[in-house]
């Protein structure tokens, strides 16, 4: 019986490569930008002189616009004047109808401009 003699060169190892881990980059979210707070206008925060018929509901004395908006809102919960089908409709009682010119009933816009001409 004769022995076969295998070449070591022609003869290939069996080579294990090793799968290398996937490298998973984690993305970094981006950076939160901050939001810049802008300061309140001047022209808001200026104490104003409310006439006589603004003065029943907000109070006398100099008050900033914004105040005067806020009283105004207090004042027409506290008395559920606001139009129970449309929401933006004020309905103004004998107080408000001063402010208001006489309207018995105005939207929440021209509400504003109708305060604004009884603040100097």
Same mark, same amino acid.
């Given at each position: 019986m004769? @022995?076969? +003699?295998? %070449? &070591?060169?022609?003869? =290939? @190892?069996? +080579?294990? %490569? &090793?799968?290398?881990? =996937?490298k998973t980059t984690i993305k970094k979210a981006a950076p939160v930008k901050?939001?810049?707070?802008?300061?309140?206008?001047?022209?808001f925060m200026k104490p104003l002189n409310p006439s006589k018929e603004l003065a029943a509901i907000v109070g006398v004395g100099p008050i900033p616009r914004t105040e005067v908006i806020?009283?105004?809102?207090?004042?027409?919960?506290?008395?559920?004047?606001?139009?129970?089908?449309?929401?933006?409709?004020?309905?103004?009682?004998d107080k408000l109808k001063a402010v208001f010119g006489g309207k018995k009933q105005v939207t929440m816009f021209e509400m504003t401009k109708l305060i604004s001409n009884h603040l100097k």
């Open positions: 004769a @022995k076969k +003699t295998i %070449k &070591k060169s022609t003869v =290939k @190892k069996a +080579t294990s %490569k &090793k799968a290398s881990p =996937k901050k939001k810049t707070v802008l300061a309140p206008s001047t022209a806020k009283k105004v809102w207090q004042y027409i919960k506290k008395y559920n004047l606001q139009d129970a089908k449309n929401r933006r409709a004020i309905n103004a009682d």
